[in-house]
């Protein structure tokens, strides 16, 4: 069963940085993260939940929504089985609980939650003006 563990979520001050990791498990004997797509999303307060940022480093994918195109950046350490989400210019809008998912086809800004496989428990960002 894969499981997957997001971290670096806390407060920062609008203009800021941070940089959340997701450490993932459980992949089948010969395969690691980078093999399948990994979405990060975030809800934020009163929201649907929203995918901000996909990649898939197997076959180059690498997808941004409007919201995080130019401020966030999707990374994979194979090695260490992590994803990152570099997030640069943080607004009070990107207040949110952050999650870290993955699927078993192709990478898909587009993709909807209810099509996902794996759920990590979300690390919460709150950024302040």
């Known amino acids: 069963e894969v499981q997957l563990v997001e971290s670096g979520g806390g407060l920062v001050q609008a203009g800021g940085s941070l940089r959340l990791s997701c450490v993932a498990s459980?992949?089948?004997?010969?395969?690691?993260?980078?093999?399948?797509?990994v979405t990060w999303f975030r809800r934020a307060p009163g929201k649907e939940r929203e995918a901000v940022s996909c990649?898939?480093?197997?076959?180059?994918?690498?997808y941004n929504s409007r919201s995080a195109k130019g401020r966030f950046t999707i990374t994979t350490d194979n090695v260490k089985n992590t994803v990152y989400l570099q997030m640069n210019n943080l607004m009070p809008e990107d207040t949110a609980v952050y999650y870290c998912?993955?699927?078993?086809?192709?990478?898909?800004?587009?993709?909807?939650?209810?099509?996902?496989?794996?759920w990590g428990r979300g690390t919460q960002v709150t950024i302040f003006s």
């Open positions: 459980g992949f089948p004997s010969g395969r690691t993260v980078g093999d399948y797509a």
């Open positions: 998912t993955v699927t078993l086809v192709q990478c898909d800004i587009a993709i909807i939650p209810g099509a996902v496989n794996y």
């Open positions: 990649s898939r480093e197997v076959d180059g994918t690498t």
